[in-house]
């Protein structure tokens, strides 16, 4: 599975944007997929998971609320839906995929087989 992540920019604080994560091969419902981030000098941050199956959902603290995470598995894709974007949002958002369904798995990244590029998210203050 190859994941390709897009839908950064830069935007003000208050703003929304609409990141993808859009995956190559036919399994891709298979698939555990999340969201993770990392802002300059910081630590690779647990954002958001959807897993396979029922696509049960589950968020950082910092971001519950404020993002939603969702996929449309006849398009290969994973969303996240971003608002009310904060200064400390800043930050290269990264997506990966895991053959794993426990949701308790869903934030460490350990578990994740398949990573994306990423894509830069900028607020301005």
């Known amino acids: 599975v190859q994941l390709q992540a897009s839908g950064g920019g830069l935007v003000q604080a208050g703003g929304s944007l609409r990141l993808s994560c859009a995956a190559s091969g036919r399994t891709f419902s298979r698939y555990t997929v999340g969201w993770f981030r990392q802002a300059p000098a910081k630590e690779h941050e647990f954002v958001a998971a959807?897993?396979?199956?029922?696509?049960?959902?589950y968020y950082a603290d910092s971001v519950k609320g404020r993002f939603t995470i969702s996929r449309d598995n006849a398009k290969n894709t994973v969303y996240l839906q971003i608002t009310s974007l904060k200064p400390e949002d800043t930050a290269v958002y990264y997506c990966?995929?895991?053959?794993?369904?426990?949701?308790?798995?869903?934030?460490?990244?350990?578990?994740?087989?398949?990573w994306g590029q990423g894509t830069q998210v900028t607020v301005s203050s």
């Open positions: 990966a995929g895991g053959n794993f369904t426990l949701l308790a798995l869903c934030s460490e990244s350990i578990f994740y087989d398949y």
């Open positions: 959807i897993t396979r199956s029922i696509g049960r959902t």
